[in-house]
C-alpha cells in the first residue's frame, strides 16, 4: 500500500499529495499490533494512514494523524476541518471539497482542493482514498493557457461547485474567494447550462461545465474578451475587406467564438489531466 501509494504520485505529476487513511482496524482487522512500527501506520493507535506529498526536495511521506481526522469546527471557508476524511466517510461516496488554506508544516500553508473517495468493506465505509490539488499550480498552467488567446487579453476563470474562485487570470490575488463577491456581472453568468456565449455591455463571455468524473461535479469555466480587443480585430478586417460592418461583426464574433470553444478544449484538458489520476487510484485501490 505504502509503494501503491508513493509511485502513484510519482506518475502523476500533476496531484501535490496522495493519501489513504483508515478507521481503526479498518485496514485488515490487525492494525492495533502495528502501534509504532513506523512511518506506514499511526503510532498512536496502530492505524493505517499512507500520506506522502510532492516537495521541491522530492516526495515526502508523513505519518497519519488519527486525530486530526475527526475535527468538525467549520473553517473559515464553510467547511468542517476534516471535511477531507469526513465527507467519504460518513457518505460512502466520492467528494470534491471546496478549496482551502492548507498548513503542510508550521508557518507554511498552500491552497488545496481535495478529490476523495470511500474504501469500501463489506458495504461499509472503513477508509478513503484522496488527492490533493494545489492550487497556484493549477493557476500557473491557466496563465499559460490564457497567453494563447487574444494575445493573453482574455482571461480565464475556474470556479468550484460553491462559487469559490480555484484559479483565475483576473482574479489571483481573490483565490478561494466567492466570485459573487469578487465579480458579480461574471458570477450571475454561471446558469448551471452545459455552454453559454453571452455579450456583455464591455465584453463577450462564455461559459462551460467542467465533468468531474472521480467524484461526479462541475466546476464552471468562464472565459471573458473585452470588446475592445474583438473590436480591434474588427477594425482591421473592415479597412481590408470593406464588406460592412454586419458580415465584419459575424465573422470577429465567429472567431472569437472559435477561440473561446479553443482555450475551454485546452483548460478540459488540463482539469481532466489533474483530476483523473483520483480514478484510477480508486480503481486500484480504493474499492474493495
Request: glycine share 10%.
Amino acid at each position: 500500500m505504502q509503494q501503491l501509494v508513493q509511485q502513484s504520485l510519482v506518475s502523476n505529476e500533476h496531484i501535490s499529495a496522495l493519501y489513504s487513511e483508515f478507521e481503526p482496524n479498518g485496514y485488515d482487522g490487525l492494525d492495533t499490533q502495528s502501534i509504532g512500527s513506523g512511518l506506514h501506520s499511526s503510532s498512536q493507535d496502530g492505524t493505517l494512514g499512507l500520506y506522502w506529498v510532492r516537495t521541491d526536495e522530492g516526495l515526502q511521506q508523513y505519518e497519519g494523524d488519527p486525530d486530526g481526522r475527526y475535527l468538525t469546527g467549520v473553517t473559515e471557508f464553510g467547511q468542517r476541518e476534516s471535511e477531507w476524511y469526513l465527507c467519504s466517510l460518513e457518505s460512502a461516496g466520492s467528494c470534491a471539497l471546496e478549496p482551502y488554506l492548507y498548513e503542510i508544516e508550521p508557518g507554511v500553508s498552500e491552497l488545496m482542493t481535495t478529490l476523495t473517495a470511500p474504501v469500501i468493506s463489506g458495504g461499509k465505509a472503513v477508509g478513503i482514498a484522496g488527492a490533493d490539488l494545489n492550487l497556484p499550480a493549477i493557476q500557473k498552467r491557466v496563465a499559460r493557457i490564457a497567453k494563447s488567446i487574444f494575445e493573453g487579453r482574455g482571461d480565464i476563470h475556474i470556479i468550484s461547485p460553491a462559487g469559490r474562485i480555484v484559479a483565475s487570470t483576473a482574479y489571483e490575488a481573490q483565490l478561494t474567494e466567492m466570485l459573487a463577491q469578487v465579480d458579480a456581472e461574471l458570477a450571475r453568468q454561471d446558469t448551471g447550462a452545459e455552454k453559454a456565449v453571452v455579450q456583455l455591455e464591455d465584453r463577450l463571455v462564455a461559459v462551460a461545465q467542467i465533468q468531474i468524473n472521480a467524484t461526479g461535479t462541475r466546476w464552471p469555466l468562464i472565459i471573458s474578451v473585452p470588446n475592445a480587443v474583438i473590436m480591434e480585430d474588427l477594425l482591421a478586417l473592415q479597412s481590408d475587406l470593406n464588406t460592412g460592418i454586419d458580415t465584419a461583426m459575424t465573422r470577429m464574433l465567429t472567431l472569437s467564438a472559435g477561440l473561446i470553444l479553443l482555450a475551454v478544449l485546452l483548460i478540459y484538458l488540463v482539469v481532466r489531466a489533474v483530476t483523473n489520476p483520483l480514478t484510477g487510484c480508486v480503481t486500484r485501490y480504493g474499492v474493495w
